[in-house]
């Protein structure tokens, strides 16, 4: 079983960066697919970022394309979410998950359906 430990969320001002910190523990994780949602009050929990299991594709979705960075250290068994250009529309609770092989994340990797592990999420408050 995976468990995922999310840390570094908080309140920042707009403008401002936060990284996410997401560190599994229970199996080894580096040929799993990692993503990043997030869940706005009284919103659907949504996709943020997506990689894969090497690292060496990301998906983004659009209004986190150029602010948002999602990177992994399988050594840590981390997978990061850096933060740039926060505005008060980013104020949500974010979460990671974990979608081990044979995927079902998808082809973007953006399908919560597909994703087996989640972290119990970290708060993140962007004020204006």
């Known amino acids: 079983q995976v468990r995922l430990v999310e840390s570094g969320g908080g309140l920042v001002q707009a403008g401002g960066s936060l990284r996410l910190s997401c560190t599994a523990s229970?199996?080894?994780?580096?040929?799993?697919?990692m993503g990043w949602f997030r869940q706005a009050p009284g919103k659907e929990r949504e996709f943020v970022a997506g990689?894969?299991?090497?690292?060496?594709?990301?998906y983004y979705t659009d209004s986190e394309k150029g602010r948002f960075t999602i990177f992994r250290d399988i050594a840590k068994n981390t997978v990061y979410l850096q933060m740039n250009s926060l505005s008060p529309e980013d104020t949500a609770i974010y979460y990671c998950?974990?979608?081990?092989?044979?995927?079902?994340?998808?082809?973007?990797?953006?399908?919560?359906?597909?994703?087996?592990?989640w972290g119990q999420g970290t708060q993140v408050t962007v004020s204006s």
């Open positions: 229970g199996r080894t994780f580096s040929n799993y697919v």
């Open positions: 990689i894969n299991w090497s690292g060496s594709t990301t």
């Open positions: 998950a974990a979608d081990p092989p044979p995927y079902h994340s998808g082809n973007r990797l953006s399908l919560l359906s597909g994703y087996d592990y």
